[in-house]
Nanobody, 118 residues
Framework: QVQLVESGGGLVQAGGSLRLSCAAS????????MAWYRQPPGKQRELVAA???????NYADSVKGRFTISRDNAGNTVYLQMNSLKPEDTAVYSC????????????WGQGTQVTVSS
């Protein structure tokens, strides 16, 4: 079982920056992958960025060059640094932990709202 708690969302003007944090209840280096997803109003949830246990990262095309996923060396927190924010980045951002224990299991945080004004 993994509990995830996100923080750092809020209201920001276009062109601004925010950093989201996801605090996990266990060492994230024991988890196969951590990711950030977002769900814009009226749309489906989409993958924003992910990082594997080995440190490989991947990003949605829409955020490449603007967002960076990282983790702390203590191994309990994953971050999403978001720069050059656009109104279309407005969404509820959720942290995900995915681990294989006989089968793939996904854990989710409660989500944090990010609103970018034009």
């Amino acid at each position: 079982q993994v509990q995830l708690v996100e923080s750092g969302g809020g209201l920001v003007q276009a062109g601004g920056s925010l950093r989201l944090s996801c605090a996990a209840s266990k060492n994230i280096f024991s988890i196969d992958s951590m990711a950030w997803y977002r769900q814009p109003p009226g749309k489906q949830r989409e993958l924003v960025a992910a990082i594997t246990r080995g440190g490989s990262t991947n990003y949605a095309d829409s955020v490449k060059g603007r967002f960076t996923i990282s983790r702390d060396n203590a191994g309990n927190t994953v971050y999403l640094q978001m720069n050059s924010l656009k109104p279309e980045d407005t969404a509820v951002y959720s942290c995900n932990a995915r681990t294989f224990v006989g089968r793939w299991i996904n854990y989710w945080g409660q989500g944090t709202q990010v609103t970018v004004s034009s």
